[in-house]
């Protein structure tokens, strides 16, 4: 394994000069970038399926939801909407014939784009994308509850509409990254707390709960604040420029439905966009949740004779030990930490299961499809044995979260029976 970790010093190099190249916009059009910024393909397609051309399921609290083909089609896409048509969908959730959007498509953040960007994306959907005729499917959802009037009380009550207003004491870096991350980023949609209403609880750092960490989709789409165990606030401005750019770095590699915003997304934005955000970013303050320090109790715990009464030590050995190293230390930024990793200290451990249930998928990044996965232990491990592993990793080598239970990786179980389905893949050519 020395390899590894002298690949993983020459990673950081790499990641660093590919972070100073100049991007890849000089073949890309403003609205075609602005829609990789916005990840409008990751919804508004199914793997394998055309770009845009709609299909994909998404559950919602009311039901199940199929987004639409956004293609120029005239008959099953937009090609008949007017830039005011697109403008209304887009910040605020009013299709062409009037009725109101489910706010599953992330109006609430798009309303912050400028006029100037709304513009460049509609030349892009009109001139740039080729239309697919694509029937839409028909939404399973109970019909007492598909009504879309209340949506209407709902955009009264939850909907801010003005579009992004700079901090004048700020940087025009961090403005940008606000602006990027609030808005076309749509970052709070996963990230930030729902209320009773599925309404994001905040849409900007105005109020602590701003990406502080939120359950969609069976993923804990974790803290992205200054905190110092479960957030960010170990990581450097240039630890979440690598991660955005690579899907990895030396704390953490993406997994679940990250997987989707690093391939399609971030990855393609420039070095200065990726900048700003994470100023943006690292500047959110955090909760207080304790200070991290590795120690490694558990190491020689693991190595002794005490590991035999230990189960959570022991299952992890037997089948965790070979990539992630008994030390939790792993081989970064191929084989994640997981001492010290903050999704391992999530409040809630939705992501810590799922991903030992079913593992991760590939991380496609540069056109090439990343060699190691974490494998699924669905099969070979029953809830107990997993939940035993989840609440060791949660405990040991400085970490400190609650533990798990054998009936909450029983309920995720249950959930992503269909896991392969959601496979993130590349979907915008
Ligand atoms: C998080 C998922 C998601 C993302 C990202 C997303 N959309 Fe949507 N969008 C939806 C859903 C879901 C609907 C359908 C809502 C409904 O049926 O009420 C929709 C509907 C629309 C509509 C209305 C079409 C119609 O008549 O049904 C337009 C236009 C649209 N989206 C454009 C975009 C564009 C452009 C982007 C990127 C800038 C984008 N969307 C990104 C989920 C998304
Ligand atoms: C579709 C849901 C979704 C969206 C949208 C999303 N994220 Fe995430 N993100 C997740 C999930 C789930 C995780 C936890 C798994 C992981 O660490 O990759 C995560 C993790 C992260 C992490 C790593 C945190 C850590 O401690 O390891 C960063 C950084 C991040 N997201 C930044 C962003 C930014 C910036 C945006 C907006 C451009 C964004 N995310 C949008 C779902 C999402
Ligand atoms: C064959 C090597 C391998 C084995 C064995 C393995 N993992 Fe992983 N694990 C990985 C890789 C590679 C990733 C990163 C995958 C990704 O995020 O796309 C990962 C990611 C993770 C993550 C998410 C952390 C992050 O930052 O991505 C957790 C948690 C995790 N593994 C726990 C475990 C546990 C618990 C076991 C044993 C039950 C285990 N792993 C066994 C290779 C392995």
Redesign the pocket.
């Known amino acids: 394994m020395k390899t590894l970790s002298f690949m993983s010093g020459a990673f950081s190099l790499l990641a660093f000069a590919a972070l100073a190249q100049p991007g890849e916009e000089q073949s890309t059009s403003q609205g075609q970038y602005l829609a990789r910024a916005a990840n409008c393909v990751a919804c508004h397609s199914v793997p394998g399926g055309e770009a845009f051309a709609g299909g994909l399921k998404m559950a919602t609290p009311v039901g199940d939801i199929f987004v639409t083909n956004i293609t120029p089609d005239d008959e099953t896409g937009i090609g008949t909407y007017t830039l005011e048509d697109f403008d209304n969908a887009m910040r605020r959730g009013l299709a062409q014939d009037g009725h109101r959007l489910y706010p599953a498509m992330p109006y609430p953040s798009y309303a912050k784009i400028t006029d100037e960007d709304i513009e460049a994306l509609y030349d892009y959907f009109m001139d740039e994308v080729p239309a697919v005729w694509q029937e839409n499917k028909e939404n399973e959802i109970p019909w007492i509850l598909s009504f879309r009037w209340p949506i209407a009380i709902w955009n009264i009550l939850f909907l801010e509409d003005d579009t992004y207003a700079a901090d004048s004491y700020k940087s025009d870096a961090w403005n940008r990254g606000a602006y990027l991350v609030q808005g076309l980023g749509h970052c709070g949609a996963c990230h930030t707390p729902r209320g009773i209403a599925w309404n994001e609880v905040a849409f900007d750092e105005s109020d602590p709960a701003y990406l502080s960490g939120a359950f969609l989709d069976n993923w804990y789409a974790s803290d992205l604040t200054q905190s110092n165990r479960a957030g960010l606030g170990r990581w450097s401005k240039e630890d979440v420029e690598i991660f955005m750019k690579t ?2 770095n030396n ?5 679940g439905t990250m ?1 989707e915003v690093i391939i399609n997304s971030t990855q393609y934005l420039s070095h200065d966009d990726l900048d700003g955000m994470a100023i943006y970013i690292t500047s959110l303050p955090g909760a207080h949740d304790g200070e991290y320090v590795y120690n490694d109790y558990a190491v020689a715990v693991m190595r002794g004779p005490e590991r035999k009464g230990a189960q959570g030590a022991n ?2 050995m037997q ?2 030990e ?3 190293v008994d030390t939790g230390r ?1 081989y970064p930024p ?5 001492a010290g ?1 903050p ?2 200290m999530d409040s809630d451990p939705a ?2 299961i799922n ?2 249930l079913n593992g ?4 496609i990044v540069d056109g090439t499809p ?1 060699a ?4 699924g ?1 669905r099969k070979s ?1 029953n809830d107990q044995e ?1 939940a035993d ?2 609440s060791f ?1 949660r405990s040991e080598w400085g970490n400190k979260a609650s533990p798990v239970s054998a009936a909450q990786v029983a309920g995720l179980r249950a959930l992503t029976e269909q896991a392969d389905d959601r496979m993130p893949t590349l979907r915008m050519k």
């Open positions: 899907g990895r704390h953490s590699t993406a997994f997987d299952l992890y089948n965790c070979s990539c992630h792993g191929y084989l994640p930490p997981l990793n999704p391992v992501s810590l991903i030992v991760s998928s590939r991380l990343d190691y996965r974490m494998p232990y491990l997993i592993i989840v990793m």
